[in-house]
């Protein structure tokens, strides 16, 4: 495990005798990243410092805004979030070095947000919550009404996470207006842009612009592209379980339902496994948005697919568009192909590979 956090954590891994004071722990950390930060790098544009470095220099108290911050990060946690703040609050105060935490995955961002600091001590590793944070997230835990927030919070940021998966981006109004028509405790304009916020300074999978809730895959020019094909469209209203299902899965996720036999035809043809794991990517891409037959052909030709052949190109064309017109677009506004053409009448061209590139 040593050696896994050591290649993650990268230089927020601190290699001396732990501290437990959060002053004491960001001296620490200023110091490492003297070490390893050289001077061209602190002139680039790209580099800046954690928000959470910017505080008072003196080896004592908290700053408000980072107390603040990781109370609200504390209502924000997920359940082995929360394990892992019980966990290494208990060996921060015992001062034990932690032998081998089995989830990493919890850890980081706590840790990569400067509440949690790892400390690397004569071979082993010290998850060290500071003292003061002990207090505020034991504090915050003990508060009558945790559950139920926490709760609450971690349904929220289902629905945040499956409506930007469902659409690539949405507008914080429609985010309400899917809340509200599921749940019986109704959420305000004001307390779910709070939310959203709060999430991003956390941990999320998106950005906000605007008032739209937007998909980190998509960057400004992307965004303003898919605006412009769906700003008159009328969003899909999901179910509760379609809303849990997009939730779930990450953006170019291999394991759709119904993409196997796509996969499993162009593997027939790829033997080198990177450039059969970029092939999908790219096609899960573009199944959830419309993307031009030129396009869709480039990505073959660059696996080195025959699509010169008369047999591949036809399997394929059957194939792709069986599946494809089952999968929900983004350009539709979370619609499928077959359920948008039925609802408006309006014909979404298949998928066909130009005539004269058959043989």
Known sequence: MTNNITEILDYLLIKSKPVYSYGDCMAVRRSRYSQTINDDNKDDDDYHEDENLNHNKESSGVPENVVERFRIAVYLCDEDELDFLRDVADFSERKEPCYDYPKLSPARVLIFSNYVFVFLYEDNLHFVLPSEL??????????ENFTQINARNRNLHIYANGLCALYGAYEITHFVDVWNR?????????????FLFDRIEFQSHYYISDNFVIHDCLFEDDFDQLFETVHDVEYYMPTKSVVREYANRDYGDFEIDGSKEVEDFVTEF???????????????????????PEAICAILKNAGLPITDTAFCEKFERLYNAFRNNVRVWE???????????????RIPQFGFPKKQKA
């Open 270 to 292: 790829i033997s080198d496994e990177h450039i059969l794991e970029d092939l999908l990517y790219d096609l899960i891409h573009s199944y959830e948005q419309i993307i031009s």
């Open 182 to 194: 599921h749940h019986k405790d109704k959420i305000t304009f004001k307390e779910a842009e709070t």
């Open 134 to 143: 002990i207090e505020v997230y034991r504090a915050v835990v003990s508060e």
């Open 332 to 346: 539709l506004r979370g619609f499928t192909i077959y359920q948008y053409q039925t609802a408006t009448g309006i």
